[in-house]
């Protein structure tokens, strides 16, 4: 029963070869042994003989100029119209094979090409997609290096800036002592007129809520905020200041604690306190 199925299958692809007449003998005598006890296929064949007589027809029909009649009938030495023969049918039906091959042809080769491109196109958008994750790699390490450098710069700066400070030839330095709200606490002062002011300072309680310290130059006229500053977990802090040229030489050096944002005067109590003498 396979067989029998494989061998309709196989001569049923023969039908429109067998109607336009390209089967070779063998082929042919082979298809219409089939063709005997296949109703199948015998009703395809009907339905396409009807489509292959009609496509000589397919063209329009032009009569030749009578001119052209003339001389040809000269040529051949035959003066009876019926001298002039048609074309033979077999051979208008094997120009119309060729050309139902070669619509064939074209449409497989369109076919080829289509996948061929839409192959090609995939592979490039694999690429692109490929070249996306590594760009995207790229700028994320540009953009940690980037606040890396930044990170660095601003270290490095601020080790400048106290440098400068520790340096100047007019930098005073001042102890500072922890007061009875923060007995463990010490710190030092550096200050030039020039160049700005240090704090280093360790064992700093823990700030309250909506409070920050504030450190002020003590003096003989008024206090002078130079900034404020928040330790760390542990307490400890060290920053630089920047303080006006035209101070007039503190008194004393002390840490206050006082609302966010801090206040043009010390409320609070005193935290460390030292004196510059």
């Known amino acids: ?116 491109l839409g192959l090609y196109a995939w592979s490039l958008e694999q690429q692109i997609e490929g070249l996306r994750g590594r760009l995207s790699d790229a700028i994320a390490r540009l953009e940690r290096s980037e606040q890396q450098v930044t990170v660095a710069s601003r270290a490095a700066s601020t080790a400048e800036s106290r440098l400068a400070v520790l340096l100047a030839p007019d930098m005073l330095q001042v102890n500072l002592q922890g007061q009875p709200v923060a007995p463990r606490a010490s710190g030092r002062a550096f200050w030039s007129r020039s160049r700005g002011l240090v704090l280093t300072a360790a064992n700093l309680p823990p700030l309250p809520q909506g409070q920050i310290y504030q450190l002020w130059m003590v003096t003989a006229t008024a206090p002078v905020s130079a900034g404020l500053l928040a330790p760390g977990p542990s307490g400890d802090v060290s920053q630089t200041f920047s303080t006006p040229a035209d101070i007039p030489t503190p008194a004393a050096i002390a840490l206050t604690i006082e609302p966010d944002g801090g206040l043009p005067a010390p409320t609070g109590e005193k935290y460390l306190v030292g004196l510059t003498e």
């Open 1 to 116: 029963m396979i067989t029998v199925n494989m061998d309709h299958d196989r001569l049923r692809e023969s039908t429109g070869l067998y109607v336009l007449g390209m089967l070779d003998p063998a082929e042919r005598r082979e298809f219409e042994q089939h063709l005997a006890s296949c109703p199948e296929c015998e009703a395809e064949v009907r339905a396409l003989g009807g489509v292959a007589s009609a496509l000589p027809m397919a063209a329009p029909q032009v009569d030749p100029p009578a001119a052209l009649r003339a001389k040809v009938l000269a040529a051949t030495g035959d003066r009876r119209p019926s001298s002039v023969a048609a074309l033979p049918p077999r051979r208008a039906t094997g120009a119309a094979s060729w050309a139902s091959r070669a619509g064939w042809l074209s449409a497989a080769a369109l076919f080829i090409i289509s996948a061929g």
